[in-house]
T-cell receptor, first 113, second 111 residues
Framework: EPEVTQTPSHQVTQMGQEVILRCVPISNHLYFYWYRQILGQKVEFLVSFYNNEISEKSEIFDDQFSVERPDGSNFTLKIRSTKLEDSAMYFC???????????FGSGTRLTVV | GDSVTQMEGPVTLSEEAFLTINCTYTATGYPSLFWYVQYPGEGLQLLLKATKADDKGSNKGFEATYRKETTSFHLEKGSVQVSDSAVYFCALVVRAQKLVFGQGTRLTINP
């Protein structure tokens, strides 16, 4: 079964550093998303991406964050100048149509120290 | 705005017990409804879905029926196993908008 692949599985970074989280969505999917889950809390929407541009973003997704689809396969989330409160599990997801349901990657656990 | 409310956890049951996790929603338009499961240390997996009123989603012995009149999508299983221990998330999506999650319900099954 096709999968959404995320790398790395775990990233530790110092406060103030930049990190790039990588995702390879399923090849025929058209909609791409980033979500995050702070430990023990709700899964929160960050940003959606369609047709090579951001289609919606949450209030969490401020100037510190950016997304890119640099080639036909990768979808990246960049966090500039990380803060302690950015520590969370970050999930990439994609779908072909909303009714088929999202496919999530296994996540990247980001720890900011 | 669109929202999902799940029953508070944690929920602890004995093996072979009957499970219900309540989920209600508020949405503009006609949402598709989902249950996702997160096993310890893993990502989110789609458990089942329903795209229109009165549809029943089912998978691995779990079932949920899309009830428009009560705006509910309760998850049920007739006989739970230890391996069902996980966090369960109810969620909805309207058109191509973002997936909106409930707060999650942690389920622990004791042998």
């Amino acid at each position: 079964e096709p999968e959404v692949t995320q790398t790395p599985s775990h990233q530790v970074t110092q406060m103030g550093q930049e990190v790039i989280l990588r995702c390879v969505p399923i090849s025929n999917h058209l909609y791409f998303y980033w979500y995050r889950q702070i430990l023990g809390q709700k899964v929160e929407f960050l940003v959606s991406f369609y047709n090579n541009e951001i289609s919606e973003k949450s209030e969490i997704f401020d100037d510190q964050f950016s997304v890119e689809r640099p080639d036909g396969s990768n979808f990246t989330l960049k966090i500039r100048s990380t803060k302690l409160e950015d520590s969370a599990m970050y999930f990439c997801a994609s779908f072909q149509t909303p009714a088929t349901g999202y496919t999530f990657g296994s996540g990247t656990r980001l720890t900011v120290v | 705005g669109d929202s999902v409310t799940q029953m508070e956890g944690p929920v602890t049951l004995s093996e072979e017990a009957f499970l219900t996790i309540n989920c209600t929603y508020t949405a503009t338009g006609y949402p598709s409804l989902f249950w996702y499961v997160q096993y310890p240390g893993e990502g989110l997996q789609l458990l089942l879905k329903a795209t229109k009123a009165d549809d029943k989603g089912s998978n691995k012995g779990f079932e949920a029926t899309y009830r428009k009149e009560t705006t509910s999508f309760h998850l049920e299983k007739g006989s739970v196993q230890v391996s069902d221990s996980a966090v369960y998330f109810c969620a909805l999506v309207v058109r191509a908008q973002k997936l909106v999650f409930g707060q999650g319900t942690r389920l622990t099954i004791n042998p």
